[in-house]
């Protein structure tokens, strides 16, 4: 079980000062290394003696990974870039500005300091059982404790579970799928770019992992093209403090419209599965249609379709409805609907 | 290296969670090496078959061209069990080894499949079929001692024709008993923990130790099934098998090879003349258990 000995098992660290570097280390120790990104997801793992890696890597010396760069079509973001200048980032301020609001609302000013936007995205995921250090499917083992009669399961998935009902934490994940971001990955096999909601797996897939990075591929930037730059977008977190907190769920969205009607949107949510989840029926259903109240219920009711609550998050299921439509009808239209 | 996963349960005990997924290779590699050992042995070292006995001219005379051996409903299942167990095994070990999709729900479906259809087969085969047929007799045993001092340049005489099928096919059968039945036992009860359509999970049906221990056994038997499997297909496709292989696809052998590997006394088959008489000395021959 989990003790807090705030003493880290001995471990050798490797401060790398290029990509390169980092991922022949990386390359070298295998499923051995653990990355080590801003350190805030890394430190808990550590402290509590759960992971113990036998090298960590940490990326925090490679300046090629800490910048925005503006590209021909868009912007590069690289991945050890803190969720601090995400936020205050003029150009993603003005035309990415789905991506500032929610990198604003992760955690506190000091955790955005040191958090970073790819530690955001690849960040492990918070149940508590898991994190205990519990013998449960994502740990290795055979059970979940959570999706139990008796588990404690009011931050859990309403979607998507398979044997493990574990969600993913990010703010950030499901804005980039908003924004069609494109993760660059190196890989032992060269580079890499996957979509966005790509880069996220489900249980399904690998019961371990909430991302496809696999031991010796490093997420090295998140590009984001210019299609939906200046759109309208829409970002809520819902969380138990508003002050500092993980999601309880939230919503991205960003559209263009044309007069009343939604030309095109992309829209995502996080914390009810496993993996940040693009609506692509809902995409579908509201494409054309008039941006009002009726739209936005509709567009709820479709979001979620396949639900199945456990024990203590029945509420999470009227809470992404609502998140839904008051993403696609705007917060004015939107009553609160239980 | 232990053959077994560990972990620390909540309570403090430590339980065996799964096998080490290393014997997956060490499964397929042991079938692909008794394979390449046996192909080498038939082609270099083994001695024609000699068998006691002939079949009397006049028993010879009465077997029709295509000896019924496989009824449709046997070959039905056959070819069911095989298609839901290889479903099984590519949805069980190809996550583990680096293939990664979504798994779970397959295997279970296909699973479901394999349970009914052995159920289906435990009952038709024991009302319908020669239940017996499948199971090593006395025969089978006195015929083993024989090759096996012969293999040896022992002195023995020369064992008898087959009944329906060879003791080899037998022992597998067996085998196959063992390895099924305890996948399918532990794969009902873990069907509890994953979401079904059929009860609701409750992964606390039994302590950590005995889910433990269902899982290294669910474990054991799968991998074991990886070697057995490539074994079956293997004797399936070489050459001097072909006629067994071909009577699960088209329900008969021919006369010719029955005559060469099979007593007609230990496998009686009905013929023109003896299907109003039913002349049969062991067994009902028309019907199989394998």
Redesign the interface.
């Known amino acids: 079980m989990a003790v807090i000995r705030d003493v880290m098992p001995a471990f050798e660290l490797f401060q790398p000062s290029s990509v390169a570097d980092a991922q022949k280390l990386l390359e070298q120790h295998g499923p051995d290394a653990w990355v080590l990104a801003g350190g805030l997801d890394s430190f808990d793992w550590l402290k509590d003696r759960i992971r113990k890696p036998k090298a960590v890597v940490d990326l925090s010396g490679i300046e090629e990974l800490r910048s925005v760069r503006t590209t021909g079509d868009g912007i590069e973001i690289g991945a050890m870039t803190t969720l601090t200048e995400v936020v205050n980032h003029p150009i993603i301020k003005q035309k990415y500005g789905l991506l500032a609001q929610a990198a604003e609302l992760v955690a506190s000013p000091q955790i955005r300091n040191q958090g970073t936007l790819g530690g955001n995205v690849s960040q492990d995921t918070r149940c508590w059982y898991y994190r205990g250090g519990w013998p449960c499917y994502r740990a290795g083992g055979n059970i979940c404790y959570a999706d139990t009669p008796e588990g404690r399961n009011r931050e859990h998935a309403i979607l998507h579970a398979d044997r493990c009902v574990a969600v993913n934490p990010s703010d950030s994940a499901p804005a980039l799928i908003a924004l069609d971001a494109r993760f660059v990955l190196r890989t032992p096999k060269g580079e890499r770019v996957v979509d966005a909601e790509d880069y996220f797996i489900g249980p399904e897939i690998d019961i371990t992992r909430l991302h496809i990075l696999q031991p010796g591929d490093l997420l090295t930037a998140i590009r984001i093209p210019s299609t939906w730059a200046g759109a309208q977008f829409y970002f809520e977190k819902i969380r138990d403090r508003n002050v500092w907190d993980f999601p309880l769920m939230n919503v991205a969205s960003a559209m263009v419209t044309s007069g009343d009607s939604i030309e095109r949107i992309r829209i995502a949510v996080n914390g009810a599965a496993a993996r940040p989840l693009r609506l692509k029926a809902v995409e579908d259903a509201v494409r054309g249609k008039p941006r009002n109240t009726a739209t936005g219920e509709m567009a709820g009711k479709l979001a979620v379709q396949g639900a199945v609550p456990l024990q203590f998050n029945a509420y999470k299921i009227p809470l992404m409805r609502n998140l839904v439509k008051r993403a696609i009808s705007g917060v004015e239209e939107a009553t609160w609907a239980s | 290296m232990g053959f077994l996963?560990w972990?620390?349960?909540?309570w403090?005990q430590s339980?065996p969670?799964?096998i080490a997924w290393f014997l997956i290779w060490v499964s397929a590699i042991a079938g692909l090496l008794f394979l390449m050992v046996h192909a080498t042995y038939v082609m270099y070292f083994a001695k024609a078959r000699e068998f006691a006995g002939d079949s009397s001219p006049q028993a010879s005379a009465g077997i029709p061209k295509h000896v019924p051996r496989h009824s449709l409903v046997a070959r039905l299942f056959h070819w069911i069990m095989a298609a839901s167990m290889f479903t099984l095994l590519f949805t069980a070990f190809l996550?583990k080894v680096g293939v990664?999709?979504?798994?779970?729900?397959y295997h279970w479906i296909a699973g479901v499949v394999l349970t009914v259809s052995i159920i289906f087969h435990i009952i038709h085969a024991s009302f319908w079929l020669d239940f017996w047929s499948i199971w090593p007799d006395k025969t089978d045993v006195h015929d083993a001692w024989k090759r096996i001092r012969r293999f040896f340049g022992m002195s023995a005489a020369p064992p008898r024709k087959f009944a329906k099928y060879p003791l080899e096919n037998k022992l597998f059968h067996g085998v196959i008993i063992l390895c099924g039945l305890s996948v399918i036992l532990t794969g009902v009860f873990m069907m509890s923990?994953?979401?079904t359509i059929f009860f609701p999970?409750n992964?606390?049906l039994f302590s950590?130790m005995t889910?433990?221990l269902m899982?290294v056994l669910h474990g054991l038997a799968g991998v074991g099934l990886i070697a057995l499997v490539m074994m079956h297909v293997y004797f399936g496709l070489r050459p001097e098998k072909r006629a067994i292989t071909k009577s699960m696809i088209f329900g008969w052998m021919d006369r010719d090879f029955y005559l060469k590997e099979h007593d007609p006394k230990r496998w009686v088959v009905e013929t023109s003349s003896s299907s109003s008489t039913s002349s049969r000395v062991e067994g009902r021959g028309l019907t199989d258990a394998g």
């Open positions: 996963e972990a620390t349960s909540p403090g339980v969670i799964h996550p990664q999709f979504n798994w779970v729900t923990r994953v979401r999970r992964p606390y950590d889910w433990g899982y």
